[in-house]
């Protein structure tokens, strides 16, 4: 059986990669930091795990940071838009396990020393083994 981790992971980058509107505002989606990249783009970062469940049936809550990174005046607002979006619809078949819950808890903003920017998202997703 996969981790409930690396279920959601791949569950999150599919789905961010079939977004057609993510993808025109992005020059790419990324599972980790990547090595060269040209902002903006979105990268799938940590994803820390629980104990969770039900009286008859194990589980796991994930939580996925979700991570939009920007330059300059780049104007991400949309693009966080479509991410979050995308992480309202994590609800699912993951692998071996069903998302029945999947919320975004936290957010921040963030500027860098060289003018780029980044969005972190946090998204909460409660999985139930299939």
Do not use: N
């Not at 939009?68 to 992480?87: E, K, M, P, S």
């Amino acid at each position: 059986m996969t981790s409930a981790e690396g279920a959601l992971r791949a569950r999150a980058l599919d789905l961010l990669a079939k977004d057609a509107a993510l993808a025109g505002l992005v020059h790419g989606i990324f599972d980790g930091t990547p090595p060269r990249a040209t902002a903006p783009y979105v990268m799938v970062g940590t994803a820390e795990g629980s104990d969770w469940g039900t009286k008859d049936r194990a589980g796991r809550e994930v939580r996925l940071t979700l991570m939009l990174v920007g330059v300059d005046g780049a104007d991400g607002d949309v693009a966080a838009a479509r991410i979050d979006a995308v992480a309202q619809a994590m609800r699912g078949p993951a692998g071996a396990w069903t998302v029945v819950g999947a919320r975004t808890i936290r957010t921040r903003f963030t500027f860098a020393r060289d003018g780029g920017w980044r969005h972190e998202m946090v998204v909460r997703c409660r999985c139930l083994a299939a």
